[in-house]
């Protein structure tokens, strides 16, 4: 993997060699600080084999420094959407992140809201990022095909510098991607220069909710089907 822009993987915090794209996150665990990711490069899995909850896990180590990055799945009786066997999970404070442009801390911290029954946010659907609170979500775009809605604001999100600011019809906004696993997300309005509305107006986010996840306090649902906030 080479240090290109638009290419994001991570690397060893210890000796620079790299181990997985970006793009093979599935997951954050927020309480474990680590990522799980579909594959990796450049390790060795092995045992002795070890429990986590009920899951039999072996050693994953660098090959090029040999310090111990996490572990990967061998069995796992309790399949979920992010733990299944031959997945990994690495310890995001053993990462560095390329992200296209600069490196960076993997563990860098990020925004976390409490994820309890009268809470409501949104999430990155790939990587489960937290993105923004229910109260920041001012409407749903009435275009069906955009199926977007606006937001006051957003956390957890990179976005673009002025270099890469673009026109939609008459207003000036920068693509937003997600910080956890660079996904693009929608858009943040730099300029709105037509008379705006309450919604539309200069630094709200436009989101695709086709992106997004919602806690909607007892469980976690597609953003684009949850209507009844
Ligand atoms: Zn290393
Ligand atoms: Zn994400």
């Excluded at 029954?117 to 609170?133: D, K, V």
């Excluded at 997600?178 to 300029?191: A, D, F, N, P, Q």
């Excluded at 469980?219 to 209507?227: F, K, S």
């Amino acid at each position: 993997m080479f240090q290109e822009p638009g290419v994001c993987f991570y690397c060893c915090c210890q000796c620079s060699t790299t181990l997985a794209f970006t793009n093979h996150l599935v997951s954050k665990d927020i309480v474990k600080e680590a990522a799980i990711l579909t594959d990796v490069q450049n390790v060795t899995a092995a045992g002795p084999y070890q429990i986590d909850r009920n899951n039999l896990v072996a050693d994953v180590t660098c090959n090029g420094c040999n310090s111990l990055l996490g572990w990967k799945y061998v069995r796992v009786p309790k399949k979920n959407y992010a733990v299944q066997p031959r997945r990994f999970l690495l310890q995001l404070n053993k990462l560095l992140m390329w992200d296209g442009k600069n490196m960076l801390y993997a563990d860098t911290r990020m925004v976390t809201f409490h994820q309890i029954p009268n809470a409501r946010f949104f999430l990155c659907r790939q990587c489960n990022t937290h993105i923004a609170l229910n109260e920041d979500f001012m409407i749903r775009i009435p275009d069906i095909m955009i199926n977007a809605g606006i937001f006051e604001e957003a956390v957890n999100v990179d976005v673009a510098g002025k270099a890469h600011y673009r026109m939609q019809c008459t207003d000036t906004v920068a693509d937003v991607n997600c910080s956890g696993c660079r996904k693009l997300l929608g858009w943040k309005y730099i300029e709105v220069p037509k008379e705006e509305t309450i919604f539309l107006k200069t630094g709200t986010f436009l989101l695709h909710l086709n992106m997004l996840l919602k806690w909607n306090g007892t469980n976690m649902q597609c953003a684009d089907y949850t209507w009844t906030c």
